[in-house]
């Protein structure tokens, strides 16, 4: 299976990644960050066909855009409630007046995504709901604000679990493929084997 990634960071250095997995005009979002002009921009001047968007989870940097969004949404719904109430994170990162707009539209459970080539991984720890999504033929995972390059997601946010962080790490992020690359929510991709090695977080509740 050929494909093709586009990948682009937000303000809030959130990423958002435009997936063409068969290698023609049809492509998925992962992740969706407030300022989405940019990417479908990119899917216009493309001429692609939009077949979705997977949600890793509901904080505010990652599904903000939802509102701009011309497509499915899919995302653990035990998320649901962070992605259509932002205002009470955006208040506490910001520590300003910005009003955002409640997202009322439709999100539909990872059961109902129609690609059985998407391998979906619960993995709760930074929110209740947090969920890999991983591309078997194309060797990647996109993980959110799971497991980063060089760190882990934070588990001192709304519905965040430190026990189940370490519970998620040990239980799904260890039967990741080592050789499959993983697309993170924020900064770099790098290859799971490497990560396993050099993140000192991964290395010390892995081992603990």
Request: charged share 20%; proline share 5%; hydrophobic share 35%.
């Amino acid at each position: 299976m050929n494909s093709e990634i586009y990948k682009f960071t937000s303000f809030t250095t959130s990423n958002c990644y435009v997936l063409r997995p068969f290698g023609n005009e049809i492509c998925i979002f992962v992740d969706l960050p407030p300022d989405l002009t940019e990417p479908l921009d990119y899917v216009n001047k493309n001429n692609l066909s939009i077949g979705g968007a997977l949600v890793t989870h509901g904080h505010f940097d990652h599904a903000l855009g939802m509102s701009l969004f011309p497509s499915n949404i899919f995302m653990n719904l035990e998320d649901e409630f962070l992605a259509r109430n932002p205002q009470e994170q955006i208040a506490m990162f910001t520590n300003n007046n910005f009003q955002a707009e409640q997202f009322n539209g439709e999100i539909k459970d990872i059961n109902e995504i129609p690609y059985q080539f998407i391998k979906s991984h619960h993995n709760p720890g930074h929110t209740a709901g947090s969920t890999s999504f991983e591309f078997p033929e194309l060797g990647i995972i996109f993980t959110g604000d799971f497991v980063f390059k060089e760190s882990i997601g934070r588990t001192d946010l709304k519905t965040g679990n430190h026990s189940e962080m370490i519970s998620s790490i040990k239980n799904v992020f260890t039967n990741f493929n080592p050789d499959y690359e993983i697309l993170p929510g924020h900064g770099d991709s790098e290859k799971v084997s490497i990560i396993s090695k050099d993140n000192i977080f991964i290395r010390e509740y892995i081992n603990d």
